[in-house]
């Protein structure tokens, strides 16, 4: 069997999970027992991991998320009036099939930005397009783009994304501009994509800072009756003595060394790949990997799930 020419013809054709995967099968002894039908299972496994990957990188490049965060992380032994059940029932990514908001309020600190992220890193783990903005930001890029001719691409490209997440909206009060951009792309995205926002501000307060009431209907119209709306409280986990992922002891409970290696750093976005998201492909299609230091994996081993 002509191994090195079939591997030029596998990354010719740009299949370079199988390529790798077959490099890494031919090396091994333990595995040369797997049948023929088997082995283009594991070859397809692992062209599909990789592919999977890249995609997902791609997601979370685009995303420019704010915290590395995850649902998985959030401990709910912290009085912040998060419930277990509202984050399962969210982890699900079904309010962004449904094109539903969420709604993010409670005072600085209590991890409005950190949820919003997991969230968001929820939905690019699901194959959604997100896309991460503060408000002050968002309002800054549409008004250069108003001046520079590229508006209608920039609501183009808002409109779009599958998630779009504004953070810490009502830190001040929206000018005459700002209040009409805001209505076009919440307009644009109606129906058709799910916004998440987070504000120190209760949603019934929000009138005062949009400022036209008109305009405040309209925009509260399409963002609150179709929301999950989590209202936080308690002290800032910013405080040394606080953490929003802090164990219930109320100390921080530092990871075994099995978790905390990092897998795979994946290019531009430092995230790496968490141990629970891990799939191993050698051997046995989807057989979960019990992860320690001494295995060492590349990064078209992985899949996160």
Request: glycine share 8%; with cysteine.
């Amino acid at each position: 069997m002509l191994v090195e020419q079939t591997l030029e013809k596998l990354n010719a054709m740009k299949l370079y999970g199988m390529a790798h995967y077959l490099r890494t099968w031919t090396e091994r002894t333990a595995d040369k027992e797997v049948g023929p039908t088997d082995l283009v299972g594991l070859l397809v496994d692992a062209e599909w991991v990789h592919r999977e990957n890249k995609k997902l990188t791609s997601r979370l490049r685009t995303a420019r998320l704010r915290q590395t965060a995850c649902l998985e992380d959030i401990d709910y032994g912290l009085a912040r009036g998060l419930t277990k059940a509202q984050v399962l029932e969210l982890s699900t990514s079904r309010w962004v099939a449904q094109a539903q908001n969420v709604l993010v309020t409670g005072p600085t600190g209590v991890g409005k930005s950190f949820l919003a992220c997991a969230l968001g890193q929820r939905a690019c783990r699901d194959g959604y397009g997100v896309v991460y903005r503060r408000a002050s930001r968002l309002f800054d890029e549409l008004a250069q783009a108003r001046a520079d001719g590229t508006y209608p691409h920039l609501l183009r490209r808002l409109a779009k994304a599958q998630v779009l997440i504004l953070d810490d909206f009502g830190l001040e009060p929206l000018g005459a501009s700002e209040r009409k951009e805001l209505l076009e792309v919440l307009e644009d995205r109606y129906g058709s994509g799910a916004t998440v926002v987070t504000s120190q501000l209760d949603t019934k307060d929000w009138h005062a800072v949009i400022g036209d009431a008109t305009v405040a209907d309209a925009i509260l119209d399409r963002l609150v009756h179709n929301a999950h709306r989590l209202k936080l409280t308690g002290d800032s986990v910013r405080d040394p003595e606080r953490n929003l992922t802090r164990s219930k002891k109320g100390r921080s409970e530092p990871r075994p060394a099995s978790l905390t290696l990092r897998l795979f750093h994946m290019a531009g976005t430092g995230v790496p790949l968490r141990p629970e998201w891990v799939f191993h492909f050698a051997g046995i299609r989807s057989k979960m990997l019990r992860i320690d230091s001494s295995h060492a994996l590349s990064p078209l081993d992985l899949k996160y799930c």
